[in-house]
């Protein structure tokens, strides 16, 4: 074998995957180009001369392997990863790590045209003993109707919120900035307000936003839990994506709904002595609220645009859902929701409020190139 080898793995969502040095019948259409012994996932991560008990820490990650890993990971394909699977996550040292899955590599590079996307009830960290480059996209946002990402159940993460009673509109999830509240149905019942903001102390994930009362509108999903963490450097010349999804729209039959609250955006951490890239984005804004029903079915939400200085614009209509937060407008909070309008002579639910920004965290490095929102802490 060559001192430069490719490796297929299994890229599917919803299932694990793990790099075998020694096999190439895994599946073959989203390779990985890797350098060198060790690997990631399955406990390869360190299976050559690297010291043992290597870590990177800062003020919210703490993620520790049992060795420093010396293989160069490239994504050339698109790639998913789910986190609740051990065999996606690099093998880690007990402790505070063990909260997170750890995709670890002497250099990751995500390829330009290429995704790297992740799901599943833990925070995704990037670990290398070198450089990361982001010339493609991360992808840990919540999207409308989609897969759940990294981020922790909204019932015992996002507590303090007032839910929607009769057929208002669900409140915005928060986290770095308030959501919008839900509006008011035509009955005067009141939609959800949306819970307070959040300082969390370690890595994690956005706050969904809520389903529209009387059976209403999806909940927008929170954005995810991503930390990228480099011992020399982070380039980014693509895009890193952790905003909030859009709620969806109330329905007719049978009776008036409420439109579902945008997700809030999650939380993204930078660390890394040098972090460049004029031409990158990295943002983590808020879905927006979803069009409540009346006469007829609402229109539906909107995820957080694929730019950090546009808002997502709230499903529209006469009961039209609140535009998700971004942190270059609107305080970067979600907007709340329009109260009920109706067609015709039907009375109508509220619409959906808008998700609030998430939190980026930058360490080491002086500053954040290119475009970024909401701005880093």
Not at 114 to 131: K, Y
Not at 317 to 342: F, K, P, R
Request: glycine share 26%; with cysteine; aromatic share 2%.
């Amino acid at each position: 074998m060559s001192a430069r080898a490719t490796f297929a793995i299994l890229l599917v969502t919803g299932c694990g995957f793990q790099a075998q040095p020694t096999h190439q019948g895994l599946g073959d259409d989203a390779p990985v180009m890797v350098d060198g012994p060790g690997g990631n996932g399955g406990g390869d991560s360190g299976s050559g001369t690297g010291s043992t008990n290597f870590c990177v820490s800062d003020a919210m990650v703490t993620a520790c392997l049992p060795q420093k890993p010396t293989m160069s990971i490239t994504i050339s394909a698109p790639t998913a990863i789910d986190t609740d699977k051990p065999d996606s996550c690099a093998a880690e040292t007990t402790g505070s790590s063990g909260n997170y899955c750890i995709f670890a590599g002497a250099s990751i590079t995500i390829a330009a045209g290429q995704t790297l996307s992740a799901h599943g009830s833990r925070p995704l960290v990037l670990l290398s003993s070198t450089a990361i480059t982001v010339a493609g996209t991360i992808d840990v946002a919540g999207h409308l109707s989609g897969a759940p990402q990294p981020a922790g159940p909204a019932s015992t993460t996002c507590a303090g919120a007032t839910p929607a009673s009769s057929s208002g509109g669900g409140y915005g999830g928060s986290l770095g900035s308030l959501g919008g509240d839900g509006g008011t149905d035509s009955g005067a019942h009141l939609g959800g307000k949306a819970p307070p903001i959040v300082a969390p102390t370690t890595l994690r994930g956005g706050c969904n936003g809520e389903q529209g009362a009387n059976n209403g509108g999806s909940a927008g999903g929170g954005g995810g839990g991503l930390a990228v963490l480099a011992m020399v450097s982070i380039d980014v010349q693509g895009s890193i994506n952790a905003s909030g999804g859009g709620g969806g729209a109330g329905a007719v039959n049978p009776g008036n709904r409420g439109g579902g609250g945008g997700g809030g955006g999650g939380m993204i951490v930078i660390d890394a002595p040098v972090v460049s890239g004029v031409l990158g984005k990295i943002f983590a804004n808020g879905g927006s609220g979803g069009e409540a029903s009346g006469g007829n079915i609402g229109n539906v939400g909107n995820d957080a645009p694929l730019d950090p200085t546009v808002a997502a614009q709230g499903g529209a209509g006469g009961s039209s859902g609140g535009d998700g937060g971004v942190g270059a407008i609107n305080n970067a909070q979600g907007g709340n929701a329009a109260t009920s309008g109706g067609t015709g002579t039907s009375a109508a639910g509220g619409g959906g409020g808008g998700g609030g920004t998430g939190i980026i965290k930058l360490y080491k490095a002086a500053a954040l190139p290119g475009m970024v929102s909401p701005p880093p802490t």
